[in-house]
């Protein structure tokens, strides 16, 4: 049974840290992409991050880029979001996502499975 669970999740202050994890399990991870979607009130699910388990290769929203890093622990099939100097606009519930032979991580039909979520609030 293919899962995925968040956590990490919480309330911080602007210009605060987070990191997300996401423990995968019941597939075979190798050539997975692991994704970082999130949602806000009122607002479609739009990629935050993504990273491909066999070669390593990452992408970034320009929104978050040069605050968050993605980045995976294969012995763990472990994925992270850490996330530095945080947002009032960064508030959302964060998903990750597993997708095989995923073409456009942007695209949320590529991925197959998802987590439950964890919430992520930025107080300004």
């Known amino acids: 049974q293919v899962k995925l669970v968040e956590s990490g999740g919480g309330s911080v202050q602007a210009g605060g840290s987070l990191r997300l994890s996401c423990a995968a399990s019941?597939?075979?991870?190798?050539?997975?992409?692991m994704g970082w979607f999130r949602q806000a009130p009122g607002k479609e699910r739009e990629g935050v991050a993504s990273?491909?388990?066999?070669?390593?290769?990452?992408w970034l929203v320009d929104s978050v880029a040069g605050r968050f890093t993605i980045s995976q622990d294969n012995a763990k099939n472990t994925v992270y979001l850490q996330m530095n100097s945080l947002k009032p606009e960064d508030t959302a519930i964060y998903y990750c996502?597993?997708?095989?032979?995923?073409?456009?991580?942007?695209?949320?039909?590529?991925?197959?499975?998802w987590g439950q979520g964890t919430q992520v609030t930025v107080n300004s």
């Open positions: 996502a597993a997708g095989e032979y995923v073409a456009d991580t942007t695209v949320k039909s590529e991925y197959s499975y």
């Open positions: 019941g597939f075979t991870f190798r050539y997975y992409c």
């Open positions: 990273i491909y388990r066999d070669n390593g290769r990452t």
